[in-house]
């Protein structure tokens, strides 16, 4: 399988306080990951130092083999790596097909020469109906959730190799979460990796292969989705169950 993001040492900072301690987490293509634990925990904090979008960031992120620790942001997201912020940042006053236009960018390939998976507009009108059914409506004019799967569908429109969600199912409609549910297995079958920051944990339950568990900005537990299950006294103190 083909580690598709690795993270060695990686430490956050928000000005002098130290957020993400040592971190060091892998993906392999096609796998979905949860990072779970209480809020504070550090999860949002870690997709974002993924991303590149924190100056205080120290340690090696590699993605499809290439060291990307100095890249910026926006560097990361050509070479495609996509960011599902939690604050659903739509452009309120472009439509839906304004908004998944600005997300345009060109296929790509895996290594071994395969076109790697490539989304049009109507592949994801497709995959998410509720866009389809308001394409030439304001995108500030839907609901959260239907907002949430807009951001979603905009960084698929980048067709990154992985996509880091910051909890997508906060606050959002049961039905849409269903949906987000069909979504990224879906993603998933296609070779897609996702890396999914997330406290509830039947969501996760339903999508992750693999889970780390973080308390106060170190993984404290790393296993299978499965395992984790399983760990009753881990699910009570670190995921309040």
Known sequence: MLDLLV?????????????????DLQLQR??????????????????KAIMGLLAGTQGKVELMGADVSAWPSYQRARAGLGYVPEDRRVFSDLTVLEN?????????????????PCWSVDALLTLFPNLAERANQAA?????????????????????????????????????????????????????????????????ALLADRVYVLDRGHIFYTGSMQNL?????????HLSL
């Open 7 to 23: 993270v060695n040492q990686l430490n956050a900072y928000y000005g002098s306080a130290q957020v993400i301690f040592d971190m």
């Open 140 to 204: 500030g004019k839907m609901s959260g959730g239907e907002q949430q799967m807009l951001t979603i569908a905009r960084s698929l429109m980048g067709n990154p190799y992985l996509l880091l969600l910051d909890e997508p199912s906060e606050g959002v409609a049961p039905v849409i979460v269903e949906q987000m549910v069909a979504m990224i297995l879906q993603l998933k079958q296609q070779g897609v990796s996702v890396l999914l920051s997330e406290q509830n944990l039947h969501f996760a």
């Open 30 to 47: 096609g796998e979905v990951v949860a990072l779970m634990g209480r809020n504070g925990a550090g999860k949002s904090t870690t997709l």
């Open 100 to 116: 998944l236009e600005t997300g345009r960018q060109t296929a790509r390939f895996w290594p071994d020469g395969r076109v790697a």
């Open 229 to 237: 299950m399983q760990e009753k006294e881990i699910l009570r103190e």
